[in-house]
C-alpha cells in the first residue's frame, strides 16, 4: 500500500467564467422574448430597449461576448461594431434583401416566405457574414410575423453561444431593398382583393403606421384584416385629417 504521503491530491475544479451577453432591441415583443426565452440561458444577461441607453461605455461596463440586436431602427455606433461581436437578425436571404424594411419590401414583391439570417454587423448595412440561416414564413399579420421571427431568432441565439461559429461570408450579387417611408402607406389602386389584403397585413404591427386612405376629410386605418368568401374584414379607425383635406 502507498503512503500517505503518496497519494494523489483530489482534482480541484475551477468554475468556468461566466460570460456576459448583451440584448438589444426596441419593440415590446423584444423585451418579452428576452424575459421569457432569454434571460434564462447560461451566462450572464443584460438588455437594452431605447437608444439613449446604447453608448460604448453602457457597453463597455458589460463587456459582452456578444451583442444581439433583435430589432432595431438606428444605426449602431462604429466603435460599438469595431470592438464588439454585433449579431443581428434579418427577415431575408441575404444578399437578396439587404437593406431597410424587409418584411413589407418581401410581401409586396410576393414572397410567402423567406429566410431569417443571423450575421455579424459591419459599418455596410446587411452586408457582413453570416451565422447561419432559418426558414421563416410571412404568412399572417405583420406583428403575428415579427413574433415568429423573434422565437425562431431565440433559438438561433441559443446556437450562436453554445457553438460559437465562425461566420461565413456572404456570396452572390446584393439585391439592396429601400426603406419605406410612412406615406407609402397610403393605398393607391391595388390589383385584386389578394394585393389589398397584403397590403393591409405587412403594416399591421405595433409601432408601425397601419395602411390608410383619405375620403371626404377623413383618415381611414385599417388593421387586423381576414380575406374570405370574396371580401375582406377588417377593423377600421377613423380620424379627422387636420385642415379639412379633401378627398383623394
Known sequence: MAPASAAKKPRVTRPREQKSYLVIGCKPWNRRLFDERLAGLPGEWHYIGAASELSLDVVDKISPRYIFFLHWSWKVPDEIVDRYECVCFHMTDVPFGRGGSPLQNLIVRGHRETMLTALRMTKNF???????????????????????????????????????????????????????????????????????????????????????????????????????????????????????????
Not at 385584386?192 to 389584403?197: F, G, H, Q
Not at 408601425?208 to 370574396?230: I, K, M, Q, V
Open 126 to 248: 446587411d452586408a457582413g457574414p453570416v451565422y447561419g440561416k432559418e426558414p421563416l414564413s410571412l404568412e399572417g399579420g405583420g406583428e403575428e410575423i415579427y413574433l415568429r421571427a423573434g422565437c425562431l431568432s431565440a433559438k438561433m441565439i441559443q446556437r450562436i453561444i453554445q457553438d460559437e461559429p465562425k461566420p461565413v461570408p456572404q456570396r452572390g450579387k446584393p439585391v439592396v431593398f429601400k426603406r419605406r417611408k410612412p406615406e407609402e402607406c397610403e393605398i393607391a389602386a391595388p390589383a385584386s382583393l389578394e394585393e389589398l389584403y397584403d397590403f393591409i397585413r405587412m403594416l399591421d404591427a405595433e409601432g408601425y403606421p397601419r395602411a390608410f386612405l383619405h375620403h371626404c376629410g377623413f383618415r381611414f386605418e385599417l388593421s387586423r384584416p381576414a380575406l374570405y368568401d370574396g371580401r375582406i374584414v377588417a377593423d377600421v379607425r377613423i380620424t379627422r385629417v387636420a385642415g379639412g383635406e379633401t378627398a383623394r
